[in-house]
């Protein structure tokens, strides 16, 4: 606990002797009244405070006005004991709420803790420590062993393994050389590196993370915005039907007596403070826990959103898929695989695409330059060459089918075909594949144990391709063949033919499906460690490559809102409840006091059951 926390317990332990002390004392009359104040003022000095502040700021209706009128009017009518346990009780309802409020914002605030504190940069052959924000673009800096990399960069010199697990939840280090990517808010184990910056601070992975989780608490979600209405109109509501409580009855039968305490029990039990504060917890902690495992959500509406998924819709290369292509298979044609692969190296080096990469990378020899000439990149088919003085064509069927070259398609090998051609003579083909990751079967397993109705693919891949990779996985559906402006029109189809009461979530790289995340009802960047667009497109930012992190954020929501739904329906019920009892006269100020704070206690502790998500 804080000190603040710690000197209310102890307030809370002091008036809880005396109230025991005043209870056993023999006293009567106005030395009673006298007695039982000193407990009463201890415990509750502060409550009458902020009452009377916010009366003169204009803030009437509050909880802190319901304890002072209950307990006020307890001590006006002769019942000293109920008025200080009222208080006694109330402190330690809101103990247990700062208590658990503060171990909510721990969750979160230790993200905060990737905020770094200086940059190392070599002047004058000396290491000073700057300001991260003094750092400008192409400047090197030099990260310590146990240090934390302070901005986004590329490694010079040096080789070492880096600490990410406050950004993906991953324990596992990552290593890291020469042309290698680091990014803010790791922390370096081993070696010393040098890095050349590669964005200013304000447009770091860490300074967008710590923006975005700031922020977090500003989108509120519809159960919020509900009981923040429902307390504005409640209290005054529940105030004046108190007073009416009151006066009617008493005028009607002059029992003043008898309508005075019902009502005064009434009071004490409209507060709301089991709903107002329970509810902001529990989307608190779901926040909180998710962000642990790396998880990042920008808003409990999104959080709430998420627990109502029933269709998942995944781009292919880089999410369901390594992203990584690779030649699988070799059919040549009238001469040996060798020669055909060297033909294809030959021809695709000069390309920047995956694919040519992969035949390049597969062939595993650095091609000659001078062998080739007159490359021309067509797009959408292929490469034309002139190869050892011969005309080479690397492309797809339309190619082929262009230049008249009848071409053999394999149909045992799913994959991307590349054909190739010599001289107008068809000389066999590869096929390049794209593996899926290791989890992205057990990651669609599980969404379909959380409740996920329909998973769905969406790729620009061939339809063979495309197939071969949803059968593997167990997708209900896939669309092959699909341009970016295509996998919008697909959404928008899902969008409208799904139930009202569903949501899509679009789960894709960030980078080339900002229009798709943007328009799906939630927008899950999967794999978006260090990625712009992935940060500023997503409602939701998955901070590596683990597909499993999605159906963990679908339960982490479900349970969220199942908490939520849960206090509703238990505080509400129970006020309901004491209210009309209290009203009979069915129920005194001790069944007033659990009404409100034991209520309160219950809904924090089962709101913070979240701070556990998993």
């Known amino acids: 606990m804080t000190r603040k926390q710690k000197k209310t317990l102890y307030r809370i332990l002091l008036a809880f002797v005396l109230f025991v002390v005043c209870l056993l004392l023999p006293v009567e009359g106005l030395a009673r009244l006298v007695l039982f104040l000193v407990p009463y003022v201890v415990i509750g000095w502060d409550v009458l405070w902020k009452a009377i502040r916010n009366i003169l700021n204009g803030q009437v209706f509050d909880e802190n006005f319901l304890m002072c009128v209950a307990t006020i009017g307890a001590l006006i009518i002769g019942e ?5 346990a009222v208080m006694l009780f109330y402190q330690v309802g809101e103990l247990f709420q700062n208590v658990a409020v503060s171990r909510s914002r721990q969750s979160i605030s230790a993200l905060m803790d990737i905020r770094p504190d200086y940059a190392n940069i070599e002047r004058d052959g000396q290491l000073v420590q700057v300001d991260p924000e003094e750092v400008a673009v192409d400047d090197v800096i030099v990260i310590k062993a146990g240090e934390r990399v302070p901005l986004d960069g590329v490694v010079l010199e040096g080789t070492s393994a880096l600490d990410t697990a406050a950004l993906t939840g991953e324990s596992l280090p990552r290593d890291v050389s020469a042309g290698d990517e680091v990014i803010s808010g790791c922390v370096n184990l081993s070696g010393l590196l040098h890095v050349k910056v590669s964005k200013p601070f304000g447009q770091s992975t860490v300074a967008r993370i710590l923006d975005l989780v700031e922020n977090s608490s500003e989108k509120k979600a ?3 915005h509900f009981i923040t209405k429902f307390a504005r109109y409640y ?17 009607l039968d002059g029992q003043w007596g008898t309508w005075m305490p019902r009502a005064l029990n009434f009071l004490v039990v409209s507060c709301p403070c089991a709903l107002v504060i329970s509810i902001p917890l529990s989307f608190f902690g779901g926040i909180g826990g998710a962000s642990k495992q790396g998880i990042l959500v920008k808003g409990s509406n999104y ?6 998924a029933s269709i998942v819709v995944f781009d292919k290369t880089g999410t369901l898929t390594q992203g990584k292509f690779s030649v699988t298979a070799v059919h040549p044609d009238g001469m040996s695989e060798e020669d055909l692969l060297e033909l294809a190296a ?12 992969s035949i390049v990378k597969a062939w595993g020899g650095v091609p000659d330059q001078e062998r080739v000439r007159d490359v021309e990149e067509i797009a959408g088919h292929g490469v034309r060459a002139v190869v050892d003085g011969h005309q080479l064509l690397a492309g797809n069927g339309k190619l082929m089918e262009r230049e008249g070259i009848e071409a053999v398609s394999d149909h045992q090998h799913p994959g991307t075909v590349i054909h190739i051609a010599a001289d107008g003579r068809y000389a066999g083909h590869l096929v390049i594949a794209d593996r899926p990751k290791a989890t992205s079967a057990q990651a669609l397993r599980e969404l379909k144990a959380a409740g996920v109705r329909q998973t769905v693919m969406l790729t620009g891949d061939a339809q063979g391709a495309a197939q071969a990779v949803a059968q593997e996985l167990g997708l209900d559906r896939f669309y092959a063949q699909l341009l970016p402006a295509d996998k919008v029109e697909r959404v928008e189809e899902l969008l409208r033919n799904k139930n009202p009461k569903e949501n899509l979530v679009f789960v894709g790289d960030g980078i080339n499906d900002a229009p798709v995340l943007s328009r799906a009802d939630i927008g899950v960047a999967m794999g978006a460690l260090g990625s712009d667009a992935a940060i500023e497109a997503a409602d939701v930012v998955l901070m590596d490559d683990d597909l499993l992190k999605l159906p963990a954020a679908v339960r982490i929501a479900r349970k ?9 329906v238990f505080a509400l019920g129970v006020k309901l409840l004491v209210l009309v009892l209290s009203a009979m006269g069915l129920a005194n100020m001790w069944a007033a006091v659990f009404a409100d704070v034991g209520v309160s206690v219950l809904a924090i502790l089962n709101a913070s059951r979240m701070l556990k998500a998993e």
Do not use: G, Y
């Open 80 to 84: 000293f004991p109920e008025a200080v």
């Open 222 to 224: 519809q159960a919020e």
């Open 235 to 251: 209290t005054p509501i529940v105030v004046f039907a108190a007073l009416a409580l009151a006066v009617i009855p008493s005028l």
């Open 303 to 308: 959080l709430e959103a998420l627990a109502q």
């Open 346 to 357: 030959l021809a695709e080096q000069f390309s920047t695409h995956p694919i040519s990469k």
């Open 560 to 568: 969220t809102l199942a908490i939520v739904r849960q206090n509703v």
